[in-house]
């Protein structure tokens, strides 16, 4: 077998019998060696058993090293063959640990290290990680450094002598840290903090005044000669090596805004804004964020904050307004409609201005009004139209509320405002028929106060424009359907403020408030609307149907406080229109010349009419109570009315015992008569009430006179009165009740 086995090791190479000598057992010598001989070679079993011996933590070990621990096992099991080894092959003995397999395979796929170390540009890791351990400890003490008073105090002197970028970064970041307290950000991301509400103040006070100023100082910034053109800071040579600071600056004025409450410190911080609209409009990020604050304050803030920032916003759309005026005009737009949703004496100031400021917006670009107005005015008809074919409640309602009443007015109001308009003249037509058509929609008595408005509208629509709107037909269809001659069901001490309302109550319609402030409505109207006519030429035509259904109501209406105020106009109209007729008569053209026409009329308003004169007056007395009206207070405040104080049952009965003591006392039954007065009593306490109502003073008087005589009869005699001249003398002469006329002005 020995022999056998060493004929085999002299054919065998180095690496065959290496491969026999690893795969060979104590036991079963022959089958290996007949396994070898046919070239087959068994697996390792401790590598089927254990194969976590290469996933270990501690390192995967590699063939070199199984290598080299079966040589160690080969010394004790074939020591001649090792010392055969030892003599002839010692490299093979003294190999190295590391195998090249296994450099391959580490070089032919990444491990992932079990721990990540940050980027250094050195060469040195250590270095790298304590330096930049070290930048992270001061950058935490830059970051705790504390706004003091005194810190303030010397920027403020340092700004004024000389500003500079590195001043002005300074001031910068400590404005951010300040402005992220106010969101409780505490700074946390900012170099400085600012803990005290006094140094807030103190910091956001001189960023407030002084910064602009620096601004304006540090970027070399000249006024333009031109005072409409702005001089915009990005023309600046020293612009783009500010602009990050400046940036931070105006998104931390922007986040101030978004942030504060109070009315006063909101108004300085808007001024303030105000004054860096040209640095806002060289960054069109940080102008859009403002433009949402401003679009925020004008349409919720305090009367003073709407003011300021609509005129940010006009000086924004001014300067740049192919970028911002359009959004702007439809935001701005969408903001009225939604803030006009109620109305009330103290929402129509507001509601008011924001016409106005709306209108003002429009003006600037009538080009961008045409396209706005022609989209919205048409939203409107669209509105209307589907409510006169449904003729549903839902569809009645998307007409009649206050949002298409103001829009309808808003309107009126930018048409009549920018007239003469060649671009919006043929807008006139359309919103004319839109709100005739409102007014027809549902033309019944609960809907006046909603008249009222549209032909308020019309009237105005029609004076600025030069445009014959046909309003006195809606206005004297309401003399013709009301019946003011019928007495009021119910009487109502509060009047009704048609300015607030669209639409009436049942109740309402049976109050004597009603009728009262429709003849007050109807006389402002009619008067506005024949002043927007005063002059013109046709004037007499255009008061004659007027002037014959006023004269009519005259002779129908009863109500003397009613016919009072028609027939006060009925007379101014008159008037006015003898004067045209007289001017007209004397005039040497013809009704053809339109040029001659023109300039008579325009003398004539120049001149004044009787009408316009009386016209001014009034305006000035109508307006006093027109703001005594919004704002709350009633006009039955000023009238010194007497109250009527009724008095209890038992506080009359102590009173009687105190005027009548002596009588009671002197009879000695005066317990058992006082209880036949009460019985007696009874029969008349529920007329004598109403009786204390109604009865004139004078009636009483005369009553009283009577039971004076009785008094002084029993005066003289000074007898006592026995039980039964007692109860005649409280039963008294018999009452009399006279029914009471009610004059209209009770």
């Not at 014959?548 to 027939?567: D, G, H, S, T």
Request: hydrophobic share 35%; aromatic share 8%; proline share 4%.
């Amino acid at each position: 077998m020995a022999g056998k086995l060493k004929r085999h090791l002299e054919d065998l190479s180095v690496d065959e019998f290496m491969l026999s000598g690893l795969n060979s057992a104590s036991e079963g010598e022959s089958d290996e060696e007949t396994d070898q001989q046919n070239g087959f070679n068994k697996p390792n079993k401790e590598k089927e058993l254990k194969p976590e011996a290469f996933t270990t933590d501690d390192g995967k070990k590699g063939k070199a090293n199984e290598h080299k621990q079966q040589l160690s096992r080969l010394q004790n099991k074939d020591p001649e063959f090792y010392k055969f080894l030892q003599a002839n092959d010692q490299t093979l003995l003294n190999f190295d640990d590391t195998d090249s397999s296994d450099d391959e395979d580490e070089k032919k796929y990444h491990k992932l290290p079990s721990a990540l170390e940050e980027a250094g540009s050195g060469d040195d890791d250590e270095d790298d990680n304590e330096g930049q351990k070290d930048s992270k400890k001061s950058k935490k003490a830059v970051e705790t450094i504390k706004v003091t008073e005194k810190m303030i105090a010397d920027w403020k002197a340092a700004m004024k002598k000389e500003p500079n970028p590195r001043l002005f970064r300074e001031i910068t970041q400590a404005f951010k840290a300040a402005v992220a307290t106010t969101k409780g950000e505490g700074g946390a991301q900012c170099r400085y903090k600012v803990a005290d509400s006094s140094v807030f103040n103190a910091l956001v006070l001189f960023c407030i005044r002084d910064i602009n100023a620096a601004l304006q100082r540090m970027l070399n910034l000249k006024p333009a000669k031109d005072q409409k053109k702005l001089v915009l800071p990005s023309s600046s040579p020293k612009w783009q090596k500010n602009q990050v600071d400046i940036k931070m600056y105006l998104g931390g004025v922007v986040q101030l805004l978004s942030c504060l409450t109070e009315a006063t410190v909101i108004g300085a911080v808007l001024r303030h804004a105000n004054q860096l609209v040209p640095y806002y409009l060289s960054l069109p990020k940080q102008c859009r964020h403002l433009v949402k604050q401003l679009m925020k304050q004008w349409s919720t803030g305090e009367e003073t904050s709407r003011v300021l920032a609509f005129l940010a916003l006009n000086k924004i759309c001014r300067h740049k307004q192919d970028t911002y005026l359009n959004p702007i005009l439809k935001q701005m737009y969408i903001s009225y409609v939604q803030n006009c949703k109620f109305t009330s004496p103290t929402a129509l100031p507001m509601i008011n201005f924001m016409q106005r400021t709306l209108t003002e917006m429009y003006s600037l670009d009538t080009q961008a009004t045409y396209q706005h107005a022609f989209i919205y005015i048409r939203q409107l008809a669209i509105h209307l139209r589907n409510a006169m074919t449904m003729k549903k409640k839902e569809t009645y309602q998307s007409v009649y509320n206050w949002q298409y009443i103001h829009c309808l007015y808003l309107w009126c109001r930018v048409l009549s405002t920018l007239h003469p308009s060649d671009v919006l003249q043929p807008l006139i037509y359309p919103i004319c028929q839109v709100i005739i058509g409102t007014v027809k929609l549902v033309p019944t008595s609960r809907y006046y106060p909603l008249r009222m408005h549209c032909c308020k509208a019309l009237i105005l629509l029609s004076g600025s424009t030069n445009t014959f709107v046909p309003v006195l037909p809606f206005l004297l269809e309401i003399v013709q359907q009301v019946d003011f001659n019928k007495k009021p069901g119910r009487m109502s001490k509060k009047p009704i403020n048609f300015a607030v309302i669209l639409k009436l109550s049942n109740i309402n319609l049976m109050e004597k408030a009603y009728k009262d402030g429709l003849i007050d409505q109807l006389y402002d109207l009619i008067l506005e609307y024949f002043h927007t006519q005063h002059s013109s030429i046709g004037f007499p035509e255009l008061a004659l149907p007027t002037v014959i259904q006023l004269k009519a109501f005259l002779k129908e209406c009863k109500v003397a406080n009613y016919c009072k105020p028609i027939r006060q106009l009925l007379e101014k109209v008159q008037e006015n229109s003898s004067h045209i007729t007289g001017r007209r008569q004397k005039a040497a053209f013809g009704v053809a010349d339109a040029t001659a026409v023109a300039a008579w009329e325009k003398q004539m308003k120049e001149e004044g009419t009787p009408l316009s004169r009386y016209y001014s007056q009034w305006k000035k007395l109508r307006e006093k109570e027109i703001q005594l009206e919004i704002s709350g207070k009633e006009r039955m405040e000023d009238l010194d009315l007497p109250e009527i104080k009724r008095k209890k049952i038992q506080e009359k009965k102590v009173e009687d015992k105190k005027e009548f003591k002596d009588l009671f006392q002197s009879d000695s039954e005066s317990d058992d008569d006082d209880g036949e007065l009460k019985i007696k009593g009874k029969k008349g306490r529920g007329y004598d009430d109403d009786y204390d109502e109604d009865v004139d003073p004078s009636d009483m008087s005369d009553d009283e006179g009577g039971d004076s005589d009785e008094d002084e009869e029993a005066a003289t005699v000074p007898q006592p009165l026995s039980s039964s001249a007692l109860i005649k003398l409280a039963e008294g002469d018999d009452d009399l009740v006279e029914d009471l006329e009610l004059s209209d002005d009770d």
